[in-house]
């Protein structure tokens, strides 16, 4: 279980995150959509301790990230994360993305993180791009292989920086059905994204975020359907234009 | 009219292997200590960043042959002993050119968006770890070329040992030239030495730098 308390963040004067809080159930599937600047992104790296926060805290499994004596590089084995812009390491084959993690961090045999990694391009679906470079694999190839590298620590947690967002229209369905099966296998997700026929197929909750607060939160129904702020109408005007 | 040359050909090509041996301990204790003074030069904590900051200053704001001085001549004070040409050179090179490495890797950290060492960090991976298979193997082959250069002017630089006394290649050179006389022919064939091993050095540059442009890989 993932527990957000009053959490706030500035950066110098501006602040980013107000007051957030939420309660993220294991199993649950969880979007976060609002415009842009309206610190979604942040929220997720302060979950993970990427981004350090001045206010409130966040618990995973009942571990406090903003305690000083907690361990974030152990916390984050069990939070899994996909960026926009994917982020594969340019130096590595798709495998070797996938394997250094569980060889380094878990001290997995080669053979092992191999077969695993083998496993997880095959549950992507692109058994065959194993010993392919980042820079000869399509967006959503490049996106596949992220979501398989931060699977392969085996996480609870699963976290989505606008996954498709930096992918031509034709890819991102591949994507979405990687996240959507995922999700249907019991995985727990943070998603922020603005797919709302992801959310419609998966989300447990939508939380509508801006200017660093959660100003709506909901069912898909109930959100889509009927929101209740104005600045939520605008938003869905805009992206179902 | 290389006579000379050749009557003392062995006692210089030893000379120009101490050379080689001076440049690579030079070069590896250089490019490794670099790649720290790097990391060091992007730190957040003052307590790393100004006194690595302050050294990478002050030793590329002085001749290179007055650190080779000084540290033949301060060090037996230091240590309580002599010691001798060839380890202090060495160590005098790698203390000097890890300033100058050390710049060549921070600019190649630079390129690195903070998103790829986070996607490294998400996967629990620690700072050192990331270090080692992310940040360091990015940086060296993208500055793989400035890398090449600088090391070629390393090698250049290793000539200046010999105000120690170390018998590197300019150093016997001179020697046979006292009992020869023969400096335009004996000093024309060290040059010549240095030009032919930089020139493949250049040729190696030249490749990675067709190579890494080629592959995109980076």
Request: a neutral charge; hydrophobic letters at 45%; glycine letters at 8%.
């Amino acid at each position: 279980m993932i527990e957000i308390k009053k959490l706030n963040k500035w950066f110098g004067d501006f602040q980013v995150l107000v007051d957030v809080d939420e309660v993220i159930e294991r199993g649950q599937t969880v979007v976060i959509c609002g415009p842009s600047g309206s610190g979604k992104s942040t929220l997720l790296r302060c979950i993970n301790g990427l981004e350090p926060f001045q206010k409130g805290d966040v618990t995973v499994d009942g571990v406090s990230v903003a305690d000083p004596k907690t361990n974030l590089y152990k916390l984050r084995e069990k939070i899994g994360m996909v960026f926009q812009r994917f982020e594969l390491y340019p130096h590595m084959t798709a495998l070797q993305n996938i394997t250094l993690a569980p060889m380094k961090v878990r001290k997995w045999s080669r053979r092992k993180a191999e077969e695993k990694a083998r496993q997880l391009l095959e549950r992507v679906g692109i058994p065959d791009k194993a010993d392919v470079y980042p820079a000869n694999l399509s967006g959503g190839q490049q996106q596949r292989v992220a979501i398989a590298r931060a699977l392969a620590m085996e996480p609870d947690y699963m976290m989505f920086d606008e996954p498709t967002s930096a992918l031509d229209p034709e890819m991102i369905k591949e994507v979405l059905d990687v996240m959507i099966d995922l999700a249907k296998g019991g995985m727990t997700m943070l998603c922020v994204t603005h797919e709302m026929g992801f959310a419609r197929e998966v989300a447990d909750e939508i939380l509508f975020m801006d200017h660093g607060r959660i100003v709506e939160r909901g069912t898909y129904e109930g959100f889509f359907n009927n929101p209740k702020t104005d600045r939520a109408k605008e938003f869905l005007a805009q992206i179902l234009d | 009219m290389f006579d000379a040359v050749g009557r003392n050909f062995g006692f210089l090509m030893g000379g120009l292997w101490v050379t080689f041996q001076l440049s690579f301990f030079a070069l590896t204790g250089g490019i490794l200590l670099g790649m720290i003074v790097g990391l060091a030069r992007l730190s957040k904590k003052p307590w790393i960043y100004y006194p690595v900051t302050a050294y990478v200053n002050f030793l590329r704001n002085i001749p290179l042959i007055l650190v080779i001085f000084w540290f033949y001549f301060v060090m037996p004070i230091l240590v309580g002993r002599s010691i001798d040409p060839f380890p202090s050179a060495v160590i005098s090179f790698i203390i000097f050119e890890a300033t100058y490495f050390g710049e060549i890797f921070r600019a190649g950290y630079q390129t690195i968006s903070k998103d790829l060492v986070n996607a490294s960090y998400a996967t629990g991976m620690t700072y050192w770890k990331t270090a080692r298979y992310i940040t360091i193997p990015i940086a060296f082959r993208r500055m793989l070329p400035s890398l090449i250069t600088q090391s070629i002017v390393t090698f250049q630089d290793t000539s200046l040992a010999f105000v120690i006394g170390l018998r590197e290649l300019v150093r016997r050179t001179s020697i046979v030239d006292n009992l020869e006389v023969r400096s335009i022919e004996l000093y024309g064939f060290a040059a010549l030495v240095y030009l032919v091993v930089c020139l493949i050095g250049s040729q190696i540059s030249h490749y990675f730098e067709e190579k890494g442009r080629k592959a995109s890989i980076i």
